[in-house]
């Protein structure tokens, strides 16, 4: 008993001293714990001033007093009560004399108090358009064609959701600005002439860029193309023998052959030639390859003897979750304004292997790699003992569902056509808009 009483007395005592201490505390001011950051705050405002663009609108006419009555009802009711501004518009002078000269300012206090924030914000007259004018990729030089394969007798494979022709006007809208040339190859009849190194509109087919949009199938020319010991390896009754050729030509011509997803040449497609074969998918006009068609390829990139391999060298990395965009390749779609999702699945990615195998460099990691594998690469062929490129290969092996923005961001990774911004030195044509800001009793 005398020890329960000892107990709640210590209880008691603890709790007063508990209760006077803080009612003796000195807590500090809110503002203390939290303060405002005026120049955050003061950006922020600008900004939302000129989010329907009237602020850039006020800016431009400042003997409209209607206009200016607006804003600053508008000021008064985007800042907290306590905060007091003085918003200024200077004109930017083209040459000769100040840089800035004042224009119009208004404000709702006659000082702003010992410390204060501010913000600078540039707005554009209506009449100005900024835009950036691209180099064109082979500009001053032998090259720059883009070949896009819309051939109208071939169909396509894992490009579920799309079609050869919509990804082909995809890419050209994309892709069009930065070459000197881009051709569309409106059917395997063409192909079969630039693969001959015959140019169909006057175009450079030398260095030129193939991009393939039927996903893993290759659209095949008739003839020549598929005849025995070119097209067509009639001992292993496989068409790896056209994928072998293709590999030659991109060595040839020195191209770079742009695959856009899934297993590289898996397939070949001819609607008349193969008109009664399909892919076991129902997709007729379609005949397997295989595995075969890739090896061959790379045989052919590296000036090997032909030799009908069916080894798979690809890895299904979609067990380990998906894969992200590599540092380089996300600088890059800030620099063009390319964004795609900055996470893709991968079952496709090509092994290190190859790269001593067939004297391969990668050039762009467009997606980091995993282990020993590359989910998304620009290959360079750089024959033995030389530095010189000779043929490159893009190889998404992104799974089923092609992104024309991938394949644009890795082209342009890879060329890195630079951008050039329009100047902008009449007179008039922008204002430099300053809003600074102070708390009513100080911070």
Not at 296 to 311: H, I, P, R, V
Not at 336 to 363: D, W
Request: net charge negative; charged share 5%; hydrophobic share 35%.
């Amino acid at each position: 008993m005398i020890r329960t009483i000892e107990v709640l007395f210590v209880i008691l005592i603890i709790s007063g001293a508990f209760v006077g201490a803080a009612y003796f505390e000195v807590l500090p001011a809110p503002n203390k714990i939290s303060p405002i950051n005026l120049d955050r705050l003061s950006l922020t405002t600008l900004q939302m001033l000129d989010s329907q663009y009237d602020l850039s609108t006020a800016a431009f006419q400042t003997s409209n007093p209607a206009l200016w009555g607006q804003l600053q009802v508008a000021l008064a009711a985007s800042l907290p009560p306590n905060v007091v501004y003085n918003l200024t518009v200077y004109n930017v002078n083209d040459a000769g004399g100040p840089i800035y000269t004042n224009g119009t300012s208004i404000s709702n206090a006659d000082l702003l108090g010992e410390n204060s924030g501010e913000s600078t914000y540039t707005v554009a007259s209506s009449n100005v358009t900024f835009n950036f004018t691209p180099q064109k990729i082979g500009e001053g030089g032998n090259g720059g064609t883009l070949y896009i394969l819309n051939c109208s007798d071939a169909n396509g494979w894992w490009i579920t959701g799309y079609t050869p022709q919509s990804l082909a006007q995809d890419f050209y809208n994309l892709l069009s600005p930065y070459f000197v040339n881009t051709v569309m190859v409106q059917n395997t009849t063409q192909l079969g002439q630039i693969l001959n190194g015959t140019s169909l509109q006057g175009e450079a087919v030398q260095n030129a860029v193939i991009l393939n949009t039927c996903g893993e199938v290759i659209p095949i020319p008739s003839g020549y193309y598929s005849s025995n010991g070119v097209g067509y390896d009639s001992a292993d009754n496989s068409y790896a023998q056209y994928s072998y050729t293709l590999g030659q030509r991109v060595l040839q011509y020195n191209w770079t052959m742009a695959s856009i997803v899934g297993y590289p040449l898996y397939y070949v497609s001819n609607t008349a030639l193969f008109s009664g074969i399909q892919n076991t998918w129902g997709i007729y006009g379609v005949q397997c390859i295989g595995a075969a068609s890739l090896n061959a390829f790379l045989e052919g990139l590296d000036n090997q003897t032909y030799s009908y391999n069916s080894n798979w060298i690809t890895s299904d990395l979609s067990s380990s979750g998906p894969d992200y965009l590599s540092s380089i390749a996300m600088n890059y779609c800030n620099y063009y304004g390319i964004y795609p999702s900055m996470y893709q699945t991968f079952t496709r990615a090509l092994p290190n292997s190859i790269l001593q195998s067939y004297h391969l460099n990668i050039a762009v990691n467009v997606f980091n790699p995993v282990g020993a594998y590359n989910p998304a690469a620009v290959y360079t062929h750089n024959p033995s003992g030389s530095s010189n490129i000779n043929g490159a290969f893009l190889a998404l092996g992104l799974t089923r569902t092609p992104d024309a923005r991938v394949t644009a961001l890795s082209l342009l990774s890879y060329y890195q056509p630079s951008l050039y911004p329009s100047e902008y030195t009449a007179a008039g044509t922008s204002r430099l808009v300053v809003l600074q800001l102070g708390m009513i009793g100080g911070s």
